[in-house]
């Protein structure tokens, strides 16, 4: 059974930085597109950010500029760098793994990152 699994969220004051990190197993990493979701308490789920296996890269607006995706194959882990982060960015965070042009396949349980002075 594929599973992602996710790291590194927490508290940060506003302005601060967090790196995420999803650790994929069970999962023929090289072929997927990875990616990661948010989801902010009562709002839909939203795209933040993705990977292809060639590591071309695709941001929400709303995060360009501040966030970054970056993967490594040979450990079957995608990062998420968040710089200058505001409350608005405060949402569960989500992994996912999907088959190129297609949507997310797989999930991970989710990281929380809360951005509050």
């Known amino acids: 059974q594929v599973q992602l699994v996710e790291s590194g969220g927490g508290l940060v004051q506003p302005g601060g930085s967090l790196r995420l990190s999803c650790a994929a197993s069970?999962?023929?990493?090289?072929?997927?597109?990875m990616g990661w979701y948010r989801q902010a308490p009562g709002q839909q789920r939203e795209l933040v950010a993705t990977?292809?296996?060639?590591?071309?890269?695709n941001y929400a607006d709303s995060v360009k500029g501040r966030f970054t995706i970056s993967r490594d194959n040979a450990k079957s882990t995608v990062y998420l760098q968040m710089n200058s982060l505001q409350p608005d960015d405060t949402a569960v965070y989500f992994c996912?793994?999907?088959?190129?042009?297609?949507?997310?396949?797989?999930w991970g349980q989710g990281t929380q990152v809360t951005v509050s002075s």
């Open positions: 996912t793994a999907g088959l190129p042009n297609q949507l997310p396949r797989y």
């Open positions: 069970r999962i023929i990493f090289n072929i997927y597109t």
């Open positions: 990977a292809t296996s060639g590591s071309s890269t």
